[in-house]
């Protein structure tokens, strides 16, 4: 039964769509539809709008403002209107209505119920959206008319950007720096008036959101991937009702009809590149980005290189010295960089946080995922160096975070007492060392692999338990990082245990998955942030940005990968592989292999006035704050400039710590460096072939479907493992750089070595 009620002066109190369970809205002064109108530096909202005429009426700057709410067929409709009063043209620098649905996840299991902004979309002549809550619910937004930006409200959080998205506001009109799709305002003339129809609706569960927009007359871009390897074909549909025009890069690309409303788009390249597609269709204009990836070889070669050309820094913070893993992980593969200069720094920094002698921490132990971080960075330098050194250090380290560290009940806590499991991933980095440590022929590493395997597991466990009824770093909410880095840990320790132990395991990260949905750009054909996480306070300690916005992705979108492809290995449901390995190929669209840059994170605001850190020319490696406009972009790094003293520990962004001399040099921008540790673990080394229903998905590698089997091929020397799904038992021929193997089997994984492992 639908239902909807508001208060005297316009505000929504309650919506109940068809689905029957109400859709909260905000009851405070972030509640809506609400105005907010700007005129240079002075703002003014909506307080007691008066009802006349049918519409809620105001008046700002010599402009009448109204709006209207009431439900149509199955949706909620808000109309809205800007009407010049004045004798004078009016430049507005902002002009828009707050939504005022409640997005805030404050507590267990309150955020359930909660929709986040999972997707907020301008296109040049219209306007779509997409909100889930982590129970699967969805509402999808449209407006036919153009709208120039889009904004979310915060809470505060001490001084800062706070950790929970409180609401909405659509911008009708917004000056200064716009994304090139987005409409740009115009003033409004003497008399003129605007007008905006907003349209919300629940879906049902097996509706489609692109479908759905598409029966409003837009052409939709609709598909499972829009990245792939270059050399590769990218498949996809364009849905409209209406026969589309496609553009990449202002060169015609065929549309071909499939069905009445639907065509099939097929992309190709054999170079790197990155298109941007635009779709018509007489009504109106839609734009997809889509990318064809460099090899992964040649990415996570110049990902090592830039470890040393933005430098790592010890101190407070391991995401200040993240990129210490890429280097150890690019010498394990013995890649081409310079591994001199990178061990000179790893012999400065690790004794700067660590007791070498004691294994302890120095700086900052109560922030136990720095010495969670060493620990697996150890584990690699190991790898790297086949020297055991690092490996007895990180031993001890273990030893030192179960001992301090480790309630009873199994979980990891920070220096206060807090949860910290899932605050990057405290018992995958202590799986990690046992990896190594299980490589050992010695017993007393048998025993101390054992030892820690079992706290490890442990504090896995007790995330089984409780799933998402736990803390997490800063403030309390239902976050990115809580959720994907207990998925990576349930899944690595399932695949550690015998297949009849891991059901528990998958059924736990199976379910925090779907709550996690809620949280993941998977509607956007958008290659620079398809299917990444939703994350928004790091800007103002990685790159000293002040003022929250989405960072999708962000170095930190790469937990998502591990989990997800954890559980393709051990369910074989292809939709796993394919989302993460798409999650992957946008997260690297962060690195530009050919002006050799690496970008911090991609922010997909289209308007974000902020405060930012940039190069002081007057004091070298020093910073200012500078006014600047983010408007959906990639944001570079500042640690090439930004740098430590050396043999200096630092801290993490800007302040101070009592461990700590300087906070000269403090930033985490380094995080971005878990996209290439991921990127190590997942497909470096490996190709993937998955058939389902005729049809296959390959990666790192070509497939052919010959009248004597499988013949595979991968795409670099530097793949050693091939692991197959298959429908059917059959002969599988694989030509690695090494040699031919040839097997029959339906799914695991095939080694260079002609062996054949289980999943």
Same mark, same amino acid.
């Given at each position: 039964?639908?239902?909807l009620?508001?208060?005297?002066?316009? !505000?929504?109190?309650?919506?109940?769509?068809?689905?029957?369970?109400?859709? $909260?809205?905000?009851?405070d002064?972030?509640?809506?539809?609400?105005?907010?109108?700007?005129?240079?530096?002075?703002l003014?909202?909506?307080?007691?709008?008066?009802?006349?005429d049918g519409?809620f009426?105001?008046?700002?700057?010599?402009i009448?403002?109204?709006?209207r709410?009431?439900?149509?067929?199955?949706?909620?409709?808000?109309?809205?209107?800007?009407?010049?009063?004045?004798s004078?043209?009016m430049?507005?620098?902002?002009?828009?209505?707050?939504?005022?649905?409640?997005? /805030?996840?404050?507590?267990?299991?309150q955020?359930?119920?909660?929709?986040?902004?999972?997707?907020? !979309?301008?296109?040049k002549?219209?306007?779509?959206g997409?909100?889930?809550s982590p129970r699967?619910?969805?509402?999808?937004v449209?407006?036919?008319?153009?709208?120039? /930006?889009?904004?979310l409200?915060?809470?505060?959080?001490?001084?800062?950007?706070?950790?929970?998205?409180?609401?909405?506001?659509?911008?009708?009109?917004?000056?200064?720096k716009?994304?090139?799709?987005?409409?740009?305002?115009?003033?409004?003339?003497?008399?003129?008036?605007?007008?905006?129809?907003?349209?919300?609706?629940?879906?049902?569960?097996?509706?489609s959101?692109?479908?759905?927009?598409?029966d409003?007359?837009?052409?939709v871009?609709?598909?499972? !991937?829009?990245?792939?390897e270059?050399?590769?074909?990218?498949?996809?549909q364009?849905?409209?009702?209406?026969?589309?025009?496609?553009?990449?890069?202002?060169?015609?690309?065929c549309c071909?009809?499939?069905?009445?409303?639907?065509?099939?788009?097929?992309?190709r390249?054999?170079?790197?590149?990155?298109?941007?597609l635009?779709a018509?269709n007489?009504?109106?204009?839609?734009e997809?980005?889509?990318?064809?990836?460099?090899?992964?070889?040649?990415?996570?070669e110049?990902?090592?290189?830039?470890?040393?050309l933005?430098?790592?820094?010890?101190?407070?913070?391991?995401?200040?010295?993240?990129?210490?893993f890429?280097?150890?992980?690019?010498?394990v593969?013995?890649?081409?960089?310079?591994r001199?200069?990178?061990?000179?720094?790893?012999?400065?920094?690790?004794p700067?946080?660590?007791?070498?002698?004691?294994?302890?921490?120095?700086?900052?132990?109560?922030?136990?995922?720095?010495?969670?971080?060493?620990?697996?960075?150890?584990? $690699?330098?190991?790898?790297?160096?086949q020297?055991?050194?690092?490996?007895?250090?990180?031993?001890?380290?273990?030893d030192?975070?179960?001992?301090?560290?480790?309630?009873?009940?199994g979980?990891?806590c920070?220096?206060?007492?807090?949860?910290?499991?899932?605050?990057?991933?405290?018992?995958?980095?202590i799986?990690?060392?046992?990896?190594?440590?299980?490589?050992?022929?010695?017993?007393?590493?048998?025993?101390?692999?054992?030892?820690?395997?079992?706290?490890?597991?442990r504090?896995?466990?007790?995330?089984?338990?409780?799933?998402?009824?736990?803390?997490?770093?800063?403030?309390?909410?239902?976050?990115?990082g809580?959720?994907?880095c207990?998925?990576?840990?349930?899944?690595?320790?399932?695949?550690?245990?015998?297949?009849?132990? !891991?059901?528990p395991?998958?059924?736990?990260?199976?379910a925090l998955?779907?709550?996690?949905r809620?949280?993941?750009?998977?509607?956007?054909?958008?290659?620079?942030?398809?299917?990444?996480?939703?994350?928004?306070?790091?800007?103002?300690?990685?790159?000293l940005?002040?003022?929250n916005?989405?960072?999708?992705?962000?170095?930190?979108?790469?937990?998502?990968?591990?989990?997800?492809?954890?559980?393709?290995?051990?369910?074989?449901k292809?939709?796993?592989?394919?989302d993460?390995?798409?999650t992957?190929?946008?997260?690297v669209?962060?690195?530009?292999?050919?002006?050799?840059?690496?970008?911090?994170?991609f922010?997909?605001?289209?308007?974000?006035?902020v405060?930012a850190?940039?190069?002081?020319?007057?004091?070298?490696?020093?910073?200012?704050?500078?006014?600047?406009?983010?408007?959906?972009?990639?944001?570079?790094?500042?640690?090439?400039?930004?740098?430590?003293?050396?043999?200096?520990a630092?801290?993490?962004y800007?302040?101070?710590?009592?461990?700590?001399?300087t906070d000269?040099?403090?930033?985490?921008?380094?995080d971005?460096?878990?996209?290439?540790?991921?990127?190590?673990?997942?497909?470096?080394?490996?190709?993937?072939?998955?058939?389902?229903?005729d049809?296959?998905?390959?990666?790192?590698?070509?497939v052919?479907?010959?009248?004597?089997?499988?013949?595979?091929?991968?795409?670099?020397?530097?793949v050693?493992?091939?692991?197959?799904v298959?429908?059917?038992k059959?002969?599988?021929?694989?030509e690695?750089?090494?040699?031919r193997a040839?097997?029959i089997?339906?799914r695991?994984w095939?080694?260079?070595?002609?062996?054949?492992?289980a999943?």
């Open positions: 039964m639908m239902n009620e508001w208060t005297e002066t316009g !505000r929504i109190t309650k919506c109940v769509f068809h689905q029957g369970e109400a859709v $909260d809205f905000r009851l002064e972030y509640g809506g539809p609400a105005w907010q109108c700007r005129l240079g530096e002075e003014r909202t909506s307080t007691s709008p008066r009802y006349k519409w009426k105001e008046a700002f700057f010599g009448e403002l109204r709006h709410i009431k439900m149509e067929g199955e949706c909620l409709i808000i109309e809205a209107e800007a009407e010049n009063q004045s004078q043209t430049p507005l620098d902002q002009l828009g209505l707050r939504i005022g649905l409640d997005c /805030s996840m404050e507590s267990y299991p955020w359930d119920t909660v929709f986040a902004p999972t997707l907020l !979309r301008c296109e002549t219209w306007f779509w997409l909100l889930k699967g619910r969805q509402i999808a449209f407006s036919p008319d153009p709208i120039a /930006s889009w904004h409200d915060y809470n505060r959080f001490f001084a800062d950007g706070g950790h929970r998205i409180l609401t909405f506001c659509l911008d009708f009109m917004q000056s200064g716009l994304p090139p799709r987005h409409p740009q305002s115009l003033p409004l003339a003497p008399g003129e008036i605007r007008r905006w129809r907003i349209e919300l609706t629940e879906l049902s569960g097996g509706q959101l692109t479908y759905w927009l598409a409003k007359g837009a052409p871009f609709a598909g499972e !991937r829009w990245s792939t270059c050399g590769s074909s990218l498949t996809f364009l849905l409209s009702a209406a026969e589309p025009t496609l553009t990449a890069e202002g060169e015609p690309v071909q009809l499939q069905e009445p409303g639907v065509y099939t788009v097929t992309l390249t054999e170079e790197p590149r990155e298109m941007r635009i018509e007489g009504q109106h204009q839609s997809a980005w889509v990318q064809f990836i460099h090899p992964w070889q040649t990415i996570m110049e990902a090592a290189n830039q470890v040393l933005q430098p790592q820094k010890m101190g407070t913070h391991c995401e200040s010295w993240y990129g210490l890429t280097g150890a992980l690019a010498i593969h013995d890649l081409h960089f310079d001199e200069a990178y061990y000179q720094k790893v012999r400065e920094l690790i700067l946080g660590f007791d070498v002698e004691k294994g302890c921490p120095i700086v900052h132990p109560g922030r136990i995922q720095n010495t969670a971080c060493m620990i697996g960075l150890l584990a $690699d330098l190991t790898a790297a160096a020297d055991r050194r690092p490996l007895e250090l990180g031993a001890k380290l273990a030192w975070l179960i001992e301090h560290r480790q309630r009873s009940d979980a990891f920070n220096g206060k007492g807090k949860h910290y499991t899932s605050v990057i991933y405290i018992a995958k980095s799986l990690e060392l046992v990896a190594e440590e299980r490589k050992q022929p010695e017993a007393f590493w048998q025993q101390r692999a054992q030892r820690h395997f079992e706290a490890a597991k504090a896995v466990d007790e995330l089984a338990l409780h799933r998402d009824n736990i803390e997490t770093e800063g403030q309390a909410t239902l976050e990115d809580m959720l994907t207990s998925v990576a840990q349930l899944t690595m320790l399932a695949r550690m245990l015998d297949s009849d132990q !891991r059901q395991y998958i059924e736990a990260a199976e998955v779907v709550k996690h809620c949280l993941e750009r998977t509607a956007v054909a958008d290659s620079r942030c398809s299917q990444t996480t939703l994350r928004f306070w790091e800007a103002q300690y990685d790159v940005i002040m003022g916005m989405i960072n999708s992705p962000h170095g930190w979108s790469a937990w998502k990968v591990y989990g997800i492809m954890d559980l393709y290995l051990l369910s074989g292809r939709e796993y592989l394919n993460a390995m798409n992957l190929m946008s997260c669209s962060l690195l530009d292999v050919e002006k050799k840059t690496l970008n911090w994170a922010v997909p605001d289209p308007h974000r006035e405060m850190f940039v190069k002081d020319p007057q004091q070298a490696g020093k910073g200012k704050f500078v006014k600047q406009t983010i408007a959906e972009e990639r944001v570079a790094m500042i640690s090439s400039w930004y740098r430590a003293p050396e043999k200096t630092v801290f993490g800007l302040g101070s710590w009592p461990d700590v001399s000269q040099g403090g930033c985490c921008d380094n971005v460096h878990e996209i290439f540790k991921c990127l190590e673990e997942v497909i470096l080394t490996k190709a993937y072939v998955h058939e389902e229903k049809s296959w998905d390959a990666f790192h590698c070509t052919e479907n010959t009248a004597e089997g499988l013949m595979i091929r991968p795409r670099e020397a530097l050693d493992q091939v692991h197959v298959l429908s059917s059959k002969q599988v021929t694989v690695f750089a090494s040699g040839t097997l089997l339906q695991g095939i080694g260079a070595d002609g062996t054949v492992a999943d």
